[in-house]
């Protein structure tokens, strides 16, 4: 056997026994962690090939050159063995490193959404390392429930609340100016009272049985809004839009709408009494069995307003003019107006709007 047939199969031999420590260092994406095996394969072709020149060129025993490439071979093999056991190895280690990085980061998780609560716990003038409205949005992002949350006295003028849940929620005497709920977001049974919601935009939101008594809501926009058993007790509507708005059996008692516009509204048995209706627009308005009592209604716009049953008994400043514009329906469903003040003009009950 030639002596570079030899060298030839020592290299291979190293080579193949350089795999690991190799792959270990490089790491698998490297090229360069697989050149031992290259170079075993490489070392065996050539060993071979010697080795066959050589028996052919001069004679020699078979068996030696045989056993010397089944060296060779068996080398390669197990160098290839002890690669796929490194990568195993390395795939048992990457995913040992990744359990331990999710569990981190859930552990990061929860202690956020741990201080976020603490903080909404502790109320507006909580000190930590996320006011108020930072940790709702940990929350909301958690996915952590926010119904029925306490919000109570903050400061969220602009704020843009659209994409919480907040039903239940309560914001007593929180001052919420110019802030914006989404359009039929669910505030079903939330707590404004007291608070500030000047300019607020609250359009066609769902505030069934939600508390707004003594809030201030000059200018905001209620327009669609679904106010079925909303409480407005003495709450500042002052040019407020409830244009469309359905507010069934809503209290407005003391409430003041000065120059509100609650055009094609529908407030079917809502209580106004006392309420300060000056210059309001209930044009195209439903207020089939409203009570009026006491309500100022000076220089308010009645134009195709449903009177049906409505009580006006005690309405203030309330003149023949205004209610001839308005209607009811039959001749069984009068309007009850006060002394002096003629009947609206009566509609055929089967033309009954919807």
């Given at each position: 056997?030639?002596?570079?047939?030899?060298?030839l199969?020592?290299?291979?031999?190293?080579a193949?026994?350089?795999?690991?420590?190799?792959?270990?260092?490089?790491?698998?994406?490297?090229?360069?962690?697989?050149?031992?095996?290259?170079?075993?394969?490489?070392?065996?072709?050539?060993?071979?090939?010697?080795?066959?020149?050589?028996?052919?060129?001069?004679?020699?025993?078979?068996?030696?050159?045989?056993?010397?490439?089944?060296?060779?071979?068996?080398?390669?093999?197990?160098?290839l063995?002890?690669?796929l056991?490194?990568?195993?190895?390395?795939?048992?280690?990457?995913?040992?490193?990744?359990?331990?990085?999710?569990?981190?980061?859930?552990?990061?998780?929860?202690?956020?959404?741990?201080?976020?609560?603490?903080?909404?716990?502790?109320?507006?003038?909580?000190?930590?390392?996320?006011?108020?409205?930072?940790?709702?949005?940990?929350?909301?992002?958690?996915?952590?429930?926010?119904?029925?949350?306490?919000?109570?006295?903050?400061?969220?003028?602009?704020?843009?609340?659209?994409?919480?849940?907040?039903?239940?929620?309560?914001?007593?005497?929180?001052?919420?100016?110019?802030?914006?709920?989404?359009?039929?977001?669910?505030?079903?049974?939330?707590?404004?009272?007291?608070?500030?919601?000047?300019e607020?935009?609250?359009?066609?939101?769902?505030?069934?049985?939600a508390?707004?008594?003594?809030?201030?809501?000059?200018?905001?926009?209620?327009?669609?809004?679904?106010?079925?058993?909303?409480?407005?007790?003495?709450?500042?509507?002052?040019?407020?839009?409830?244009?469309?708005?359905?507010?069934?059996?809503?209290?407005?008692?003391?409430?003041?709408?000065?120059?509100?516009?609650?055009?094609?509204?529908?407030?079917?048995?809502?209580?106004?009494?006392?309420?300060?209706?000056?210059?309001?627009?209930?044009?195209m308005?439903?207020?089939?069995?409203?009570?009026?009592?006491?309500?100022?209604?000076?220089?308010?716009?009645?134009?195709?307003a449903?009177?049906?049953?409505?009580?006006?008994?005690?309405a203030?400043?309330?003149?023949?003019?205004?209610?001839?514009?308005?209607?009811?329906?039959?001749?069984?469903?009068?309007?009850?107006?006060?002394?002096?003040?003629?009947?609206?003009?009566?509609?055929?009950?089967?033309?009954?709007?919807?």
């Amino acid at each position: 056997m030639r002596a570079s047939s030899l060298f030839l199969l020592i290299v291979g031999t190293l080579a193949a026994a350089l795999q690991a420590p190799v792959v270990r260092e490089f790491g698998f994406g490297n090229p360069w962690a697989y050149v031992p095996a290259a170079v075993t394969a490489l070392a065996v072709f050539l060993a071979h090939a010697e080795a066959v020149f050589a028996f052919f060129a001069h004679p020699a025993p078979k068996l030696f050159l045989e056993i010397a490439a089944g060296v060779a071979v068996i080398a390669g093999v197990a160098g290839l063995w002890v690669d796929l056991e490194a990568r195993k190895a390395e795939r048992a280690a990457q995913e040992l490193a990744r359990l331990e990085a999710e569990r981190g980061r859930q552990e990061a998780a929860r202690g956020r959404i741990i201080n976020a609560w603490n903080v909404i716990a502790q109320g507006p003038g909580a000190q930590g390392n996320i006011g108020q409205l930072e940790a709702l949005r940990v929350l909301h992002v958690a996915g952590e429930s926010t119904k029925g949350i306490n919000l109570s006295g903050g400061w969220y003028p602009g704020v843009d609340f659209s994409n919480f849940d907040l039903e239940g929620a309560r914001f007593d005497d929180a001052n919420l100016t110019g802030a914006r709920f989404g359009k039929e977001q669910d505030l079903s049974r939330a707590s404004f009272k007291g608070a500030n919601l000047d300019e607020a935009n609250l359009r066609g939101a769902n505030l069934f049985a939600a508390d707004l008594s003594e809030a201030t809501l000059r200018e905001a926009n209620l327009s669609g809004a679904r106010l079925f058993q909303a409480n407005f007790f003495e709450a500042d509507l002052d040019w407020a839009d409830l244009r469309e708005a359905v507010g069934s059996v809503a209290d407005f008692r003391r409430a003041s709408l000065h120059q509100a516009d609650l055009s094609g509204a529908k407030f079917l048995g809502a209580n106004f009494s006392e309420a300060n209706l000056f210059m309001a627009n209930l044009s195209m308005a439903r207020v089939d069995r409203a009570k009026l009592f006491g309500a100022n209604l000076a220089g308010a716009e009645l134009s195709g307003a449903n009177l049906t049953e409505a009580n006006l008994s005690t309405a203030k400043w309330l003149t023949t003019e205004q209610v001839r514009k308005a209607h009811y329906w039959g001749r069984l469903y009068p309007p009850k107006l006060p002394p002096g003040i003629d009947l609206p003009p009566v509609r055929d009950p089967s033309e009954r709007e919807q």
